[in-house]
């Protein structure tokens, strides 16, 4: 076997390195061919064949895609993706590894991966194990070799939709039928990834610092060598009340002078204002919010009472509870390149978004306005009440993965709980 000289490029220098075919190319050397085979059915008939990686095992939940380019490891962890299996379209997926700061909750949420092509090779100083090895860990399974285009078409013309991917022996027909035995609309999701007390968040502050490149100026680095800037002193208190909450929210309401107390999705109004905050947050979570008759009446009891911002299923929970209705989107939106245009002011950013549900817009009562519409279908992408301190928007401004142009949302919300507590 004959080797290979190649040049890595490492912080603007060069070093050289030797490797051989069997590095480069390890799919010469039969690598993949060692791999199980595994099988993507969808309710619809469509199967779709592939190598397993991950957990040898079987898992059905509804199918969507998601078009981000980077941030598998936060989209697995994501807690809106309970129930759900995601195809990635970005061709490569696994190349920078996982590691343990860049994850969105304790553990994964979806329920299968789909990917074209898995990186057979991790390169990345902050990586800490494989991608494989991570759904490996945590009974996930996966699948690649499937043409995710192809796929993505597919779903984008008939609809999300069941389906059942399996590396264990089933037929074609088998494994359709375990795809439309899925139990997905009208499961109360939420149930399943809410914290069952009221919680702090890092009390320390160790968890909420910003993550940044290293440099001179920078005090705080931990033992691995990340740099971290300083947090502000706390200001103002926040219940964010957690239907499916995403760390990197936490983490910037800290990073505004909020401190946050964590609240079960199932907590009462009169239970949440007890707590004295200065403000109510509703987070993002997974499922139908219509099943969540439980948090429209808590959610309706609290608006006009403090100040209160929603994100994504906090939108939506925040529209019902207002007497506004929802409904299916035929594939949703799920990826980081969502133009959204805020209606007061013209300014078009674009956001990363994570849903399957929306709000019907001639269902809107008088005293709510839209506030911000997506540009690619015209779906209201954000609300405020006319009366009451009271917005919400269909989209993610904490990111995580994504482009960060909305996150000044966080610094608003702090802005009018200030306004609120002072009277203005």
Known sequence: MCSTRFVLGLHGSCVNAWASEDFLFPKRRGLYETMPMALLALEDGRVFRGESFGAHATAVGEIC??????????????????????????????NYGVNELDVESSAPHVRGLVVEALSPVTSNWRSQTTLDEYLRRHGI?????????????????????????????????????????????????????????????????QQSREWTLPS???????????????????????????????????????????????????????????????GIFLSNGPGDPQTLTYAHETVRDLVGKKPLFGICLGHQLLALALGAKTYKMKFGHRGANQPVKDLRTGKVTITSQNHGYAVDANSLPADVEVTHMNLNDDTIAGIRHRRHPASSVQYHPEASPGPHDAGYFFADFAKEVAAVKSGV
């Open 216 to 278: 001179e100026r920078l005090e705080l680095f931990d033992a691995c060598g990340n740099a971290f800037r300083d947090l502000p002193p706390i200001t103002h208190t926040v219940a964010a009340m957690d239907f499916g909450m995403k760390r990197n929210i936490l983490r910037l309401l800290r990073q505004q002078g909020f401190e946050v107390t964590i609240v079960p999705a199932t907590m009462r109004a009169e239970d949440v204002l007890a707590l004295g905050t200065d």
């Open 65 to 94: 895609f998601n078009t981000s380019m980077t941030g598998y490891q936060e989209i697995l962890t994501d807690p809106s993706y309970r129930g759900q299996i995601i195809t990635m379209t970005y061709p490569e997926i696994g």
């Open 141 to 205: 399974p996966g699948i690649q070799g499937v043409d995710t285009r192809a796929l993505t078409k597919h779903l984008r013309q008939r609809g999300a939709m069941r389906a059942c991917l399996t590396a264990l022996p089933m037929s074609d027909e088998e494994a359709i039928a375990e795809a439309r035995a899925a139990a997905y609309a009208g499961v109360d999701f939420v149930n399943e990834v809410t914290p069952r007390e009221v919680l702090p968040w890092d009390l320390s502050g």
